[in-house]
């Protein structure tokens, strides 16, 4: 009896907090993910180039990257740190977010947004918890 209480309460905290998606795969070193990067500043992702060397104006820390064009209107930047090998000449010293690359909010993964296309990382149903 103790067990079965105690197994539904592992199944009801499991549904609760584990993650709806969970990321799978691993990186190819293709580095897409330093060279197509978009830049989403106070809610608006940033369209034109004015606008992005504004903001190197206003946070030096973005001279560190250069524009490339646009995708979709949207755009699109890359690190200087990339190095010809698809390596980061900066790798011990990256920011967090090159750290945590690539994560992608919940209700965005389920709206349908994916990884880069040809990153070797995709997000998927957290089939565990579908089940319970
Ligand atoms: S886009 Fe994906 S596979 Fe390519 S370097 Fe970035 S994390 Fe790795
Ligand atoms: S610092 Fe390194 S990991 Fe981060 S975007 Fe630049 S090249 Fe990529």
New binding site residues.
């Given amino acids: 009896m103790a067990k079965n209480l105690s197994n539904k309460l592992l199944q009801f905290l499991n549904k609760i907090f584990s993650p709806k998606f969970i990321r799978s795969g ?9 060279r197509k990067i978009t830049i989403n500043y106070h809610g608006k992702f940033l369209t034109e180039r004015y606008e992005f060397e504004q903001l190197q104006l206003e946070q030096p820390r973005y001279k560190n990257f250069f524009t490339t064009g646009k995708e979709d209107g949207v755009l699109v930047v890359t690190c200087k740190s990339l190095g010809y090998d ?1 390596k980061c000449k900066s790798y011990r010293f990256r920011s967090l977010y090159c750290r945590i ?2 994560r992608i909010k919940t209700k965005y993964i389920a709206a349908g947004a994916q ?2 296309d ?4 995709y997000y998927e149903k957290n089939v565990t918890k579908s089940q319970n």
């Fill in positions: 691993s990186c190819k070193q293709c580095g897409q993910c330093c698809n690359y690539p990884t880069l040809g990153c070797g990382f």
